[in-house]
């Protein structure tokens, strides 16, 4: 039975469950994104803030990301990463995509911070996710007048989720590497009809991170913008090619770390 404590928003974050898989699927089938819109209080936005602007500094004013549960436990996204209505949404959109449950229950949380000189090279860096669902969560957008926001640019539900891991990694290593520098022109994007997803902090925005080719547009170096991505579902979690794809990636940051 629901009791009315059971619907109040826990430690300020407003109420996500399963019942909005259906719609949300719908729409990223559709148009490639599902809202949520003002999941996150502004409260905890400011706190994860301030949280942000010391790890920039320790950073040298630079980009940088924290991948793995590790930074998540010690934030005030923490309830929302640990809250069983998202995670039983989560599994919902999986099932409803891939027809089988999720190989597990686990979710990868990345912080993506992009300032600086750095945050230009991570911009405009078109990838396919190794999930099949993502949850994006804008924790700071540049607003200034003038200021481009750096949007979020997807070409939605470019491919099916590829059953094969070794498929997987060869279409990601063509679309990703040797095709890179065509996704990022005008002419393809309207050619391809990308889609460009401007972010309001405290919306969630889910899309099928393994099907829609995406990327963000660039910001300012004197700016900051911040995104916390929630990935859920790897169908290829088991698979002994995963190693190649994990190395694949730790390459691909270490070379743009060093360009
Ligand atoms: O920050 C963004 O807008 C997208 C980040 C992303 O796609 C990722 O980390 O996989
Ligand atoms: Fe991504």
């Known amino acids: 039975m629901t009791t009315l404590n059971d619907r109040l928003p826990r430690d300020g974050f407003a109420p996500v469950s399963a019942a909005s898989a259906h719609a949300l699927a719908k729409s990223m089938d559709e148009s ?3 809202v949520l819109h003002q999941i996150v209080p502004h409260a905890i936005l ?3 803030r301030s949280f942000v602007a010391h790890h920039i500094e320790q950073h040298g004013g630079q980009y940088f990301a924290f991948e793995g549960n590790g930074w998540i436990g010690d934030t005030c996204l923490r309830p929302l990463f640990e809250d069983a209505g998202l995670q039983a949404l989560l599994r919902c959109l999986y099932d409803l995509k891939m027809r089988t449950s999720p190989p597990s229950d686990r979710i990868f949380p990345v912080l993506r911070v992009l300032t600086g000189t750095h945050g230009l090279r991570h911009a405009n860096n078109f990838h396919f996710d190794s999930y099949v669902v993502t949850v994006l969560l804008p924790v700071q957008i540049p607003n ?7 949007d979020l640019v997807m070409f939605p539900n470019m491919r099916d989720a590829r059953r094969f891991a070794v498929v997987n990694i060869l279409e990601k290593l063509l679309v990703e590497n040797l095709l890179k520098r065509i996704w990022r022109t005008p002419r393809v994007q309207r ?3 990308a889609k460009i997803v401007p972010l309001t902090p405290g919306n969630l925005y889910f899309f099928w991170g393994m099907r829609s080719l995406h ?9 900051v913008r911040c995104t916390a991505l929630l990935h859920f579902g790897d169908p290829h979690e088991c698979s002994v090619f995963k190693r190649v794809s994990q190395r694949l990636h730790v390459m691909r940051l270490r070379r743009m770390a060093r360009d």
């Open 191 to 193: 050619w391809r009809s």
């Open 144 to 150: 200034g007048l003038d200021e481009p926001p750096g």
């Open 46 to 48: 400011a706190q994860m």
């Open 32 to 34: 490639g994104v599902g």
């Open 215 to 223: 990327a963000n547009q660039a910001c300012l170096p004197g700016s």
